[in-house]
């Protein structure tokens, strides 16, 4: 029987580059689909310079949740409403501007909802957000 394969003392001379090649190309393609989700949202411009801009005025903002049970959280921290009104007070005596992104779980009582951005609203909260996902 002859052997199928003979040893060769021949040195590989060459290296298949077809396999790094086709990887590249596909980073390159996820890179630039990517790449176009990112931007989509922003809008180019050229903003004027101005020598005097007008003062700033400093904006803290309150992420508030409330959960499917009712339960209110204010930057991740638990939070009853006395503890809320504190903290607007609070961020208001320092000058701040205060607004709230208030995001509830579907099922949350449309009532809890109406309560939380009633306190809110009553510690001078004057700008809303309310938080949505996006499909």
Same mark, same amino acid.
């Given at each position: +029987?002859?052997?199928? #394969? /003979? ?6 001379? $060459? ?10 190309? =596909?980073?390159?393609?996820?890179? +630039? ?10 809008? %180019? =411009? %050229?903003?004027?310079?101005? &020598?005097?801009?007008?003062?700033? !005025?400093?904006? /803290?903002? #309150?992420?508030?949740?409330?959960? @499917?049970?009712?339960? @209110? #959280?204010?930057? $991740? ?9 504190? &903290? !607007?007070?609070?961020?208001?005596? @320092? ?7 208030? $995001?509830?779980? @579907? ?11 009633? !306190? ?9 957000? !309310? ?5």
């Amino acid at each position: +029987m002859a052997q199928a #394969f /003979e040893q060769s003392d021949e040195a590989i001379t $060459g290296i298949n580059v077809t396999p790094l090649v086709d990887i590249c190309l =596909v980073l390159l393609i996820i890179f +630039m689909v990517t790449a176009s989700y990112i931007v989509r949202d922003t809008i %180019e =411009v %050229e903003l004027p310079r101005a &020598a005097h801009g007008g003062e700033t !005025v400093q904006q /803290e903002t #309150f992420a508030v949740v409330i959960t @499917r049970a009712g339960e @209110r #959280f204010l930057n $991740g921290a638990p939070v009853d409403d006395a503890g809320l009104a504190t &903290a !607007v007070a609070s961020a208001r005596s @320092r000058g701040a501007e205060v607004q709230a992104l208030v $995001g509830a779980d @579907r099922l949350a009582s449309h009532g809890d909802v109406t309560h939380v951005l009633d !306190v809110l609203k009553g510690a001078g909260v004057l700008k809303f957000a !309310v938080e949505i996902e996006r499909p």
